[in-house]
């Protein structure tokens, strides 16, 4: 196995530890397990990962608790220089790292670095979220006291990620946690743990350099064992989950079990509906990006879509014109001229066929692609447009994570909004519509039913300065933007009497 030159330009090397313990030391484990991450490119292995122990997980979580107890005293904007200068560190290096993400991923050059690109973005955002982290007075019903606020630090927060957003979504959690003033803990997903591993170096080296504590810890899970561990352990006081909604749920119940906090991201059945009046030169792209991006593994790639029946024909056509230009330029998403890379891994060619076969046996016309590319390396599939299916359809319901779109007809705004939030999931939904009375409808209390709700833009991707998650069986946490950052904190409400007196909420008297 030849050393990958991605892997040199972060001074990675072919074996790493996947546990870093905190003091600057990573474990030297080796009966642990081991991981091999696969190129999808080529099925090649990129490296080993040498997992980590039971005694290793002991000693990352003593030490965080050590850090916790300095951290949480450290005042929050001197926190905020601690991120200012991850964020400095990763724009050095985001070339690389992003090469990196692309590589171990199988997302496109761009989009490696747009996801470094987020981890920056998030770092900025936490730096002036330091000075910000507001409290509210209230007017007490007392005379002489005073009632407030204040948000305290929560403590360790757990972080399990998936495959998708290798290094984004531990820096969404992470760095607005630290501004907070608490401590990290990360479990990456076993198929990208090199991606973490670089990015744990590249931040914790700049947290040493500027003379911070430890922040961030790691660690590298063979199976699932250390993983549950993780959630069942009540010195976790947060568990932020990313991942599918069969583990979400596993890991909400067990934290609620021992009445931990959870903040889940799961699954997503994203629509957009484009309306008799939309703008098709933008609703095409839109469409075609949400559903063919990242090759449709995405929590927020667009898996549904339904059209006004007067331009269905039109939609379908020019759809099927814009997939066969997709086709010719799938491959190595390291090349800039492919629009489409591989699956991450052969279990996700083998979930994309079993439901083109579903799809199929449920009456589904196949209208373009829906077959692997079995004549190359690598876990290449041609993406599928597929009609003929009510959004009741059992494999209509269900989110496959890869690039299937069903496209289906509808006649009434009302009729289109109830069959989008006809699913069991709530993440990310779009209108294509110039009608304002459309749009607004669309947008009001009783429209879109998601977390997310966009007019005239697709469903794939997000901002990070709103908070982003879901509802339903996408497990109502939201991260990221806005005021999320109450999720990573413990709120205190405080009351100060300066009067010489001691009256009784609600003017009760207790004479003695
Ligand atoms: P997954 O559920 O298979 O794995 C997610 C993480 O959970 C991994 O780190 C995995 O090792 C860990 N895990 C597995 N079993 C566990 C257990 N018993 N206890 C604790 N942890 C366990 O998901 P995946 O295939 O890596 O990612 C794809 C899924 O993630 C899709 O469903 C996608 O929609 C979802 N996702 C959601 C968001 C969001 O923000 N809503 C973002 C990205 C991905």
């Known amino acids: 196995m030849s050393l990958h030159p991605v892997l040199s330009a972060l001074g990675l090397s072919e074996n790493e530890s996947g546990t870093y313990l905190g003091n600057d030391e990573w474990s030297k484990t080796s009966d642990a397990g081991v991981l091999e991450p696969v190129n999808p490119t080529t099925g090649d ?14 000693t990352i ?30 724009r050095a290096h985001k070339d690389a790292l992003g090469s990196l993400v692309a590589l171990e991923m199988g997302k496109s050059k761009p989009e490696g670095d747009g996801e470094v690109q987020e981890m920056i973005d998030i770092g900025d955002f936490a730096v002036g979220l330091s000075r910000q982290l507001y409290g509210l007075t209230m007017h007490s019903e007392r005379p002489g006291h005073r009632m407030y606020e204040q948000w305290h630090p929560l403590g360790l927060i757990g972080i399990i990620s998936a495959f998708n957003f290798p290094v984004a979504v531990w820096a969404w959690n992470s760095f607005i946690a630290a501004v907070c003033g608490d401590v990290t803990i990360w479990k990456p997903s076993p198929k990208t743990p090199l991606s973490a591993i670089a990015s744990m170096k590249i931040c914790n080296e700049a947290l040493k350099a500027g003379g911070f504590p430890d922040l961030f810890f790691l660690f590298n899970d063979a199976g699932t064992e250390l993983a549950q561990t993780f959630v069942d352990d009540k010195r976790i006081a947060l568990v932020s989950f990313t991942g599918s909604t069969k583990v979400g749920r596993n890991v909400g119940e067990r934290v609620a079990a021992r009445m931990g906090r959870s903040l889940l991201e799961l699954g ?51 759809l099927k014109t814009a997939y066969a230009q997709v086709e010719k330029k799938i491959g190595d998403p390291t090349d800039p001229a492919n629009l489409m890379g591989p699956l991450n891994s052969q279990d996700g060619v083998k979930g994309f066929l079993a439901a083109i076969e579903k799809a199929k046996a449920s009456g589904g016309i196949i209208e373009s ?7 190359r390396k690598g876990n290449f599939v041609l993406p599928a447009i597929v009609t003929g299916l009510a959004n009741t359809a059992e494999i209509v319901q269900h989110e496959t994570f890869a690039p299937i779109l069903y496209v289906m007809k509808y006649r009434d705004l009302d009729d289109a909004i109830d069959m ?16 304002l009375k459309r749009a ?33 069986e996408t497990g109502g946490g939201r991260e990221s933007g806005s005021d999320a950052w109450r999720a990573y904190m413990r709120r205190q409400t405080n009351t100060i009497n300066y009067s010489d007196a001691l009256p009784l909420a609600q003017g009760i008297k207790f004479d003695l």
């Open 45 to 58: 292995v990129l490296g080993k990962v040498l997992a980590s122990s039971q005694s290793d997980y002991d």
């Open 61 to 90: 979580v003593e030490r965080a608790q050590a850090s916790f107890k300095v951290w949480r005293k450290t005042p929050a904007p001197r926190r905020g220089e601690a991120i200012r200068l991850c964020a400095d560190a990763l």
């Open 268 to 318: 997503g059945n994203n629509a957009i509906i484009v309306d008799e009046s939309a703008d098709l030169k933008m609703a095409i792209p839109a469409i075609v990006f949400g559903a063919v991006g990242t090759a449709g593994q995405r929590c927020t790639t667009t898996r549904r879509l339904f059209v006004h029946e007067s331009i269905y024909d039109d939609v379908l056509s020019k």
């Open 369 to 375: 692609g829906g077959k692997a590319l079995s004549d």
């Open 420 to 435: 989008q939030n006809d699913v069991p999931q709530g993440l990310s939904s779009s209108i294509f519509t110039t009608n």
């Open 440 to 472: 607004e409808a669309f947008l009001a209390a009783s429209g879109s039913d998601c977390g997310i709700a966009n007019v005239n833009i697709g469903t794939s991707g997000a901002e990070i300065g709103g908070a982003f998650g879901g509802e339903k």
